[in-house]
């Protein structure tokens, strides 16, 4: 049996094999970050092309309600209302200030939805109820460190007379600031008005310290006529409760 003894030429064979071996891996291996980076990039090209989330412009949206109200268009404040309340997000995104600024609005809606009907009725137990919620709302927002603007001081004021705290109501009026347009003392004769629509006692202890409290306010009144013309109404009003009351001898006492 003869052996074959290894050639020059296997040998070299071998070592081209060997180093065709390692110039394949290494072309392999190389490609490796390439591919990562361009895996990198394609993640956060992905990241950058989702939408991005920002919280809703909730002030913006306070704002849009403010002018429903005053353009009468309640229906589209309530809906907006609602959802606001309903939200989440609001809750936790919004600062007291918003907070307050919902609440004082939930009491602007519902004070002129009731305003739009006969406030006669109010005295039913639907209509008390929905005064004590009105008051409600204007108290949480108050709670919540909201000022109010002069409209809501005097819808809240009349609130507050209508359920009887004529103290809560001239507390109110206290805090407007004198030489206001109109006058503080046309805002007593509002609450006065409101007070008599659910007052059944025409001799209310209530409504005299309003009475008081207009006259007082009305002798800052520079005009003579105009200040004519509000004591005529004050003094027929003490004079019709006075008959309703079964006095007429203090209605002659009153007009001597």
Known sequence: MTTKSIQPEDVQGADAIEVGAAEL???????????????????IGFFFALPKYSTPDYAGVLSDIEVHLRADELEQAKTKLDTLAEDPQFAQASDNAMKGQLWQLYGDLLFRQIDKRVWRGITTPTGIENLNQIAGYYRKAQGLGREFPGPAMRRFAQTLAALGDDEGALKIVDAMPTGMDPPRYELVRELIERRLLTESDPA???????????EKELEGEGDRAVQRQQQIWVMGLKAERLLRAGDPDGVISLLV
């Open 25 to 43: 891996a290494w072309s392999q291996a190389w490609q490796l970050p390439v591919l990562l980076l361009g895996l990198g990039l394609l993640v």
């Open 204 to 214: 209310s202890p209530k409504i005299d310290n309003l009475l008081s409290r207009f």
